[in-house]
């Protein structure tokens, strides 16, 4: 199965900062199809982005993925009070499809 | 636009089976692959397999000696069952589905299921 490891663990930065998300993979990922999920305490994670650059509906364009392979990057542009989550990657072009431990954006 | 229900028992002793059922309103139920998902303090997301309407399955290996999905097409229902759990199957239970980006953008509630005697 496609090991998929977040970097950082956590991520401190204040609201306005731009914040960068690696999620390296431990083989090709196929066909871009790699995902970000935002997850807020006591809640469901919510789909960001797919196909490693598409944003999901009703997600603003402050969030931007990209990378193909196996590194890919989840940029916020400007960091809003509602941004502070835990974030995953998730590969679906291989089964079993995975995810990666998360990344915890704070404060 | 597609809505997620699910229930199941939210305790479950050792060594027996684990059950959560997703009901599937305002779409096609023909049209999506039906997903179900897991997370835990200590394993983090977990993709337990999917199901289509047909009942064809896809179980992640290293749950699929203990996995079961079916589904009920006359009432849109899918579900789960986990046979011989055990502590590390501790875990809230997702289901989900795709609505056209083959990843998971409609997502249940999410059941809480506790393995404990």
């Known amino acids: 199965e496609i090991v998929l490891t977040q970097s950082p663990g956590t991520l401190s930065l204040s609201p306005g900062e731009r914040a960068t998300l690696s999620c390296r993979a431990s083989?090709?990922?196929?066909?871009?199809?790699l995902a970000w999920y935002q997850q807020k305490p006591g809640q469901t994670p919510r789909l960001l982005i797919f196909g490693a650059s598409s944003r999901a509906t009703g997600i603003p364009d402050r969030f931007s993925g990209s990378g193909s392979g196996t590194d890919f990057t989840l940029t916020i542009s400007r960091l809003e009070p509602g941004d502070f989550a835990v974030y995953y990657c998730q590969q679906y072009g291989s089964s079993p499809y995975t995810f990666g431990q998360g990344t915890k954006l704070e404060i | 636009q597609v809505q997620l229900q699910q229930w199941g028992a939210g305790l479950v002793r050792p060594s027996e089976t684990l059950s959560v059922t997703c009901a599937v309103s305002?779409?096609?139920?023909?049209?999506?692959?039906w997903t179900w998902i897991r997370q835990s303090p200590g394993k983090g997301l977990e993709w337990i397999g999917d199901i289509t309407h047909s009942g064809a399955t896809n179980y992640n290996p290293s749950l699929t000696s203990r996995v079961t999905m079916s589904v009920d097409t006359s009432k849109n229902q899918f579900s789960l069952k986990l046979s011989s759990v055990t502590a590390a199957d501790t875990a809230v239970y997702y289901c989900?589905?795709?609505?056209?980006?083959?990843?998971?953008?409609?997502w249940g509630q999410g059941t809480m299921v506790t393995v404990s005697s």
């Open positions: 083989r090709r990922v196929t066909g871009t199809y």
């Open positions: 989900a589905t795709s609505v056209g980006s083959w990843a998971f953008d409609i």
């Open positions: 305002g779409g096609s139920f023909s049209d999506h692959y």
